[in-house]
């Protein structure tokens, strides 16, 4: 079995002990859980398209912790003008594990 869910304006396809790396949500701590209604397809013995939700499913994610990604260089360079520009970037995350998918 497994479920398409919405967070933080991207899609995740989960099935069940799966690890996600999720935008970082603050107002929680490691150990606790999460709840995210936001299902948009779960698949198991049937296929259930919600439209724009699936009614009454919903998936249970363990919160691991938190972390920040590794650094991105963003560099641009202008040729032969003496101009360049160089930026680094660091997303902060945080790590949950799937417990259950609720249909």
């Known amino acids: 079995m497994y479920a ?4 933080g304006g991207k899609q995740y ?5 799966d690890i996600l790396e999720l935008d970082r949500i603050s107002e929680v701590e490691p150990k606790q ?8 397809l779960v698949a198991g013995d049937d296929v259930k398209v919600g439209a724009p939700n699936v009614e009454g ?8 912790n938190h972390a920040r990604g590794k ?3 963003i560099f ?3 040729r032969r ?3 360049k520009r160089k930026r680094g970037f ?11 998918i609720i249909v």
Do not use: M, N, P, Y
């Open 57 to 64: 499913a919903k998936v249970i994610l363990e919160v691991i």
């Open 90 to 100: 660091r997303r902060d995350f945080t790590r949950v594990k799937v417990k259950e």
């Open 33 to 40: 859980t999460i709840e995210v209604e936001d299902v948009i």
């Open 71 to 73: 650094k991105v260089i």
């Open 13 to 17: 396809k989960v099935h069940q002990g």
């Open 81 to 83: 003008k003496d101009s």
């Open 76 to 78: 641009k360079k202008r």
């Open 4 to 7: 398409v869910i919405k967070h």
